[in-house]
């Protein structure tokens, strides 16, 4: 027997209003780049109280299609505090970590990320 497919509700601008139509999903994707409310992480943070269900916090610059017109190092403390309140993080930022070192993405790659990530949190940059 083949398992069903998940479904995704992306949300962006006005996510807290339609949140109650994402009933169905199993996972709620979290476009912080195309929220028009003024601070992206409330928002984050009311969409997390309002559901149980796994978020994705996304966040893409206008150069991958998106609304984000911040400098790259905006995007990732913007993505890092995120984190903090959803289940994922979308994965471009680590792929754009390892193509700046020149590494491949792995465990390894993977947690020196999260260790980089951690010590930006903890010391400020």
């Not at 999903?25 to 409330?42: C, F, G, K, M, V």
């Not at 893409?60 to 913007?78: C, I, T």
């Amino acid at each position: 027997m083949m398992g069903r497919s998940a479904v995704v509700a992306v949300l962006g601008e006005c996510a807290e209003r339609l949140l109650p139509l994402a009933g169905e999903a199993d996972i709620i994707e979290l476009r912080l780049d195309l929220l028009s409310e003024s601070d992206p992480l409330e928002t984050l943070k009311a969409v997390r109280k309002a559901t149980a269900k796994p978020i994705i916090a996304t966040a893409r610059h206008r150069s991958e299609g998106g609304g984000f017109q911040g400098s790259e190092e905006q995007r990732s403390e913007l993505l890092t505090r995120a984190a903090v309140y959803s289940d994922y993080v979308d994965v471009e930022e680590l792929l754009q970590w390892c193509n700046k070192r020149g590494v491949p993405v792995n465990g390894e790659s993977r947690s020196s990320y999260a260790a980089d990530k951690l010590r930006e949190i903890i010391i400020g940059h």
